[in-house]
């Protein structure tokens, strides 16, 4: 039996249940909008099925795996034995519990869910196009819309990611057994980061990038010691090249790659990972129709509110651009319902944070020293070693260092970059603090707890304003 076209009405359209859109559609509904919520995959979107969490999940297995197993400056001799199927079969546990728990908060907050794929139709409506055999669409009529629909791994051409041996990310991260032998594609957050998790499985793992350095977005000095700490678990780099092909070859495959002097290399593996990046996912939802424009990359151009060109639909996450950070999507996601309800709510971005969770993880807020001196400002600058950290050095993992950038005249915080142990973690205080409009002498004189991590962000303010106890002041 063939269900029809049936139409339905509601405040806000969300489309899309990642970080972004779920927020939003909780927020309105707390906010007593009556909402509609669209999902075509799985509730939680990308970042916690494909994405944030299973990494995260996978880099702390593999993270646990390798320390076991390479702890006897400590004392203690292991030889762990790992089965791929079972770490899998855990992280996917951790993922149903979150993703389950998303459908239970929306259920909670009154939030009509609906499965399908939705494209507008109209200024006010959209079709929600439900998958399966026989079970038709449905036309929502709305006040509002929120998009929030992702983004999707860039293919590089001559790598379908619908060839058995070339992964994305999801796949790579849905492996039953771990290769002997992996390329990636990209030295990017997501390779860098899927590196290391294979590297510590045993998997031969090569790096080629079209760049000249690991994680290009990052200063030198902060990707320095990610680098470094690959390459002793033997990951091999090779710069300058870009992936032109793959064929085929015994047991594995072929992977070949090309210089800007036409010179080409070639690496045998058993599958090639490519992590070059994302696009947004745009293209399927008929915004012309809306009225909505984007950019020649398919984002959506927003302004502090969320709102798209087009005043009653918003876009949050992926597709309103970098940087495509989920706690960005969420933020962006609770501003945009708050302002359909009436709120007096607007975006700040100078105070949003992002991690690699690398090893030696890195952290970052506000600005760098550079792009503090090209904002006008009079930057100093503070700086504590993690190998002058107490309890990093009792956690055996003392690479890395804690760097405030202030402005001097003034005294306030503006930036921060943390390279070392627990990075993700200690960066929120630093968040906190230019959030806060802290100065230095605010952060310095905040008695940390001892021995923790945290006392090299303190250390650190008190370097910046040369009286550092524990390392030598500028």
Request: proline share 4%; net charge negative.
């Amino acid at each position: 039996m063939v269900v029809g076209d049936i139409s339905t009405g509601t405040d806000v359209l969300v489309i899309g249940a990642g970080p972004g859109g779920y927020v939003a559609a909780i927020r309105a509904g707390q906010l007593d909008l009556d909402v509609t919520l669209v999902e075509k995959d799985a509730y939680g979107g990308t970042c916690l099925n494909y994405g944030c969490i299973p990494s995260k999940a996978m880099i702390t297995a593999s993270d646990l795996a390798h320390e076991a197993g390479h702890a006897e400056e400590m004392g203690i001799y292991a030889d762990p034995e790992v089965e791929m199927g079972e770490m899998v079969g855990w992280k996917d546990g951790v993922v149903d519990q979150l993703t389950g728990g998303v459908e239970k908060l929306c259920k909670a907050n009154g939030v009509e869910l609906m499965e399908g794929r939705a494209e507008f139709a109209g200024e006010n409506s959209a079709r929600v196009v439900h998958g399966g055999d026989g079970q038709g669409a449905e036309t929502v009529e709305f006040e509002h819309a929120i998009v929030s629909t992702g983004s999707r791994p860039i293919e590089v051409p001559g790598f379908d990611f619908g060839d058995e041996p070339v992964l994305d990310s999801r796949q790579a991260l849905a492996l039953a057994e771990v290769p002997e032998s992996l390329v990636i594609v990209g030295a990017g957050y997501i390779g860098m980061e899927l590196a290391g998790v294979f590297a510590k499985l045993g998997t031969d793992v090569t790096v080629v990038e079209m760049l000249d350095s690991v994680l290009p977005a990052y200063e030198d000095d902060l990707a320095r010691p990610v680098k470094k700490n690959a390459e002793s678990l033997g990951v091999d780099f090779h710069f300058g090249e870009a992936a032109s092909g793959w064929e085929e070859a015994g047991d594995g495959i072929t992977v070949a790659t090309e210089d800007e002097d036409g010179e080409v290399s070639e690496f045998g593996a058993e599958k090639v990972l490519v992590a070059v990046g994302r696009d947004p996912v745009t293209d399927t939802l008929e915004l012309s129709n809306a009225g909505v424009e984007t950019t020649d990359a398919g984002f959506i151009e927003t302004d502090d509110r969320a709102r798209s060109n087009v005043e009653h639909v918003f876009a949050v996450g992926d597709v309103a651009g970098e940087p495509m950070l989920a706690h960005k999507a969420s933020k962006e996601g609770q501003v945009a319902a708050e302002v359909i309800a009436g709120e007096p709510a607007a975006l700040d971005y100078q105070a949003v944070p992002a991690a690699v969770f690398t090893d030696p993880e890195i952290a970052t807020v506000g600005l760098t020293e550079a792009e503090a001196d090209e904002e006008g400002f009079e930057p100093t600058v503070g700086q504590f070693p993690f190998n002058a950290s107490g309890r990093a050095l009792t956690t055996g993992h003392a690479e890395g260092f804690v760097r405030v950038v202030a402005d001097e005249p003034s005294g306030f915080l503006l930036g921060a970059q943390i390279v070392g142990p627990e990075a993700s973690e200690l960066i929120a205080e630093l968040g906190f603090a230019i959030e806060m409009g802290a100065t230095l002498e605010d952060v310095a004189s905040t008695i940390h707890t001892h021995p923790t991590l945290s006392e090299a962000v303190m250390e650190a303010a008190e370097n910046a304003l040369d009286h550092a106890i524990h390392t030598l002041n500028r």
